[in-house]
């Protein structure tokens, strides 16, 4: 498999930390963000959504989306699991996954902060208040609903990582790299710490990717 990856693309580093999980080997394409190529290129070869991450099977094609390729791996790859046996409780744990991946991650990402600066002339200051806004909105909110739920251990669902941890590492990467107050989310922070005791983890960090600048 081939993965379509850019460093510090938080939603590449998701399904980087699933595949970890899963000890699938993938090779690396970076597909780098901030420069003029290989961008289009990119789009017009491999993914017209024009986004990483995407994903190469090989016999399935290519698979864009972050979540729809974590569930992917999951359905052809069961073991170790990162969504758990119940009903009730598999539906906790996309409900995480996806407030970070559909509420919080498409207000603040780099197309949407470009429009920001470029289509609506705003300063870079309003833009961090914007992303900072956003991002602490959302993980309050998380932090909110896994509180209620009661269903968090080691991890944001019991003592094994998840889809949703998958998620939730990388946005904490982000919120902490543009400086978001994160005192109000105790439980996210502590389980983003032991995720990180985790190799599998710690080998999707940004930091240690081959495009890594
Ligand atoms: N919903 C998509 C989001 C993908 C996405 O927005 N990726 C960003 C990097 S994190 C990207 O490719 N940005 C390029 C751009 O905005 O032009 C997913 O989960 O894969």
Redesign the pocket.
Known sequence: MKLYS?F?????Y?VRIALNLKGIEAEQEP?H?LRPEP?PAYRQAHNPQ????AIETGEDGLI??????IEYVEERFPQPALLPKGLAERAYVRAAALLI??DI??LA????L?YLKRELGQEQPAIDTWYRHWVEDGLGRLEAYVTAQGRSGRFLFGDGPTMADCCLVPQLFNARRLECDLAGMPTLVAIDARCQELEAFRKAHPSVQPDAE
């Not at 510090?8 to 590449?12: I, Q």
């Not at 024009?50 to 991450?53: E, I, R, S, T």
């Open positions: 850019y510090r693309s938080s939603a590449a998701r597909v963000l961008l024009g986004l990483v991450p864009p989306q972050s979540i729809a390729i991946a559909c991650h498409p990402n780099l197309r949407v470009r």
